[in-house]
C-alpha cells in the first residue's frame, strides 16, 4: 500500500464546507483512494473511494488530482456530527492499512 | 440489525489469563477482517479470512494470538498469556469478495488487562 501523508487535525466552522488534504505520491496504478472516518468510541466508517475520476455520494466529495498525487474529501455542509478523526488510505483490494488520520473538530 | 457484531464489548482481565473475541459479520460478506487500535492510533491490521481460510497474518500477530474462522461465517480471536500490552480495542469488519474493498467495521471489543 502507498504511504499517505495527512495534517494531524484541523477545525472547521459548522455549515462551512470542510476540505481534508491527502498525499499519496507514491500511488500505484490500481491503487484506490480510500477515506474513512472514525467517530469516539466507534468503529470506523467508509466515507467514500476512487480511482481516477472524481466522486460524490451522499456523504462527500473526493476530488484527485490528474497525477493521482493526492486527494482531497470534500464535507460540504459541516455538522457537529462531523467532527471525528478521517482516514485516507491508498491502497488496491483487500486489505486496508491505516495510518493516524486526520482529526477534523467542528465548531458552531 | 444487520452489521457487524462484536462480543464481548468490554473486557477486564488480569495478566496470564487468556481471552476470546467473536465477530459475526453480515451475513452476505464472505471476507473478514481483524484489526487492532490503541489510543490515539489509526486501526493496526492483524489478519484476514476469505471464507474460512486466513489468507493473511501481521507480524503484529504473535503466537499467543490465534484467529478462526472455522465455518465461514462467525470469528474468534483468542489472545493467550495476556500482557499489559494487549490492551486495545479490537475491531473486526467484513467485506464482499470485490474488488473495490469497502470494509464494514463493527463496534470493536475493548480488552484492558490489569
Known amino acids: 500500500d502507498a504511504k499517505t501523508t495527512q495534517p494531524t487535525s484541523m477545525d472547521c466552522a459548522e455549515g462551512r464546507a470542510a476540505n481534508l488534504p491527502c498525499n499519496h505520491s507514491?500511488?500505484?496504478?490500481?491503487?484506490?483512494v480510500y477515506w474513512y472516518r472514525q467517530i469516539h468510541s466507534q468503529g470506523p466508517q467508509y466515507i467514500i473511494h476512487g480511482l481516477k475520476n472524481n466522486e460524490t455520494n451522499e456523504m462527500a466529495s473526493l476530488i484527485i488530482t490528474e497525477d493521482r498525487k493526492s486527494s482531497t474529501l470534500i464535507l460540504p455542509h459541516a455538522t457537529l456530527r462531523d467532527t471525528a478523526v478521517y482516514y485516507c488510505i491508498a491502497s488496491g483490494w483487500g486489505k486496508l492499512q491505516f495510518g493516524a488520520g486526520t482529526q477534523v473538530v467542528v465548531t458552531p | 440489525d444487520t452489521g457487524v457484531s462484536q462480543n464481548p464489548r468490554h473486557k477486564i482481565t488480569k495478566r496470564g489469563q487468556n481471552v476470546t473475541f467473536r465477530c459475526d459479520p453480515i451475513?452476505?460478506?464472505?471476507?473478514l477482517y481483524w484489526y487492532r487500535q490503541t489510543l490515539g492510533q489509526g486501526p493496526e491490521f492483524l489478519t484476514y479470512f476469505q471464507n474460512e481460510a486466513q489468507l493473511e497474518k501481521s507480524r503484529l500477530l504473535s503466537d499467543r494470538f490465534s484467529a478462526e474462522r472455522p465455518k465461514g461465517s462467525f470469528s474468534t480471536l483468542e489472545i493467550q498469556r495476556t500482557e499489559q500490552g494487549d490492551s486495545a480495542m479490537y475491531l473486526c469488519?467484513?467485506?464482499?469478495?470485490?474488488?473495490?474493498?469497502?470494509?464494514?467495521f463493527g463496534e470493536g471489543s475493548r480488552l484492558t488487562v490489569l
Open positions: 507514491t500511488i500505484s496504478g490500481n491503487e484506490y
Open positions: 451475513s452476505e460478506h464472505n471476507r
Open positions: 469488519a467484513s467485506s464482499q469478495n470485490r474488488i473495490t474493498g469497502e470494509l464494514f
